[in-house]
Nanobody, 124 residues
Framework: QVQLVESGGGLVQAGGSLRLSCAAS????????MAWFRQAPGKEREFVAA????????NYADSVKGRFTISRDNAKNTVFLHMNSLKPEDTAVYYCAARVSIVIVATRSAYNYWGQGTQVTVSS
C-alpha cells in the first residue's frame, strides 16, 4: 500500500511560479514510477508529467513542456513539480500518482495510487 499527499498549491498570478510536492509512504517507493495529473472543472483528468523510478527518464504533456519540471528525491520519498510561467489555463486540481512498473506512461488508468489533490489557481 502506498499513500500520497500533495502540497504546495495556491493562488498565483499569470507568469508566476509554484512548486508542488508529493510526499509518499509505503512499500518500495523508490521502485515506483511517478506522475502528475490535473483536472479542471468539467474536464477530464489529464496527464501533466511523469518520471521513472531512477529519475533518469521524464515525459511531459505538450501543454507544459518547457515550463514545468518533474523531479524526485527517493531518499525523502518525495516527488516535485516545478511550475514556471504559469497560465490561467493551468488552473486545476493537481494529483500525484504512483505506478508499480518502472515504465512511465501517460494513461490515468495505468497508475495504482493517487493523492488527494492540491488546488492551483492562476489569475490573469
Amino acid at each position: 500500500q502506498v499513500q500520497l499527499v500533495e502540497s504546495g498549491g495556491g493562488l498565483v498570478q499569470a507568469g508566476g511560479s509554484l512548486r508542488l510536492s508529493c510526499a509518499a509512504s509505503g512499500r518500495t517507493f523508490s521502485s515506483y514510477a511517478m506522475a502528475w495529473f490535473r483536472q479542471a472543472p468539467g474536464k477530464e483528468r489529464e496527464f501533466v508529467a511523469a518520471i521513472s523510478w531512477s529519475g533518469g527518464s521524464t515525459n511531459y504533456a505538450d501543454s507544459v513542456k518547457g515550463r514545468f519540471t518533474i523531479s524526485r528525491d527517493n531518499a525523502k520519498n518525495t516527488v516535485f513539480l516545478h511550475m514556471n510561467s504559469l497560465k490561467p489555463e493551468d488552473t486545476a486540481v493537481y494529483y500525484c500518482a504512483a505506478r508499480v512498473s518502472i515504465v512511465i506512461v501517460a494513461t490515468r488508468s495505468a497508475y495504482n495510487y493517487w493523492g488527494q489533490g492540491t488546488q492551483v489557481t492562476v489569475s490573469s
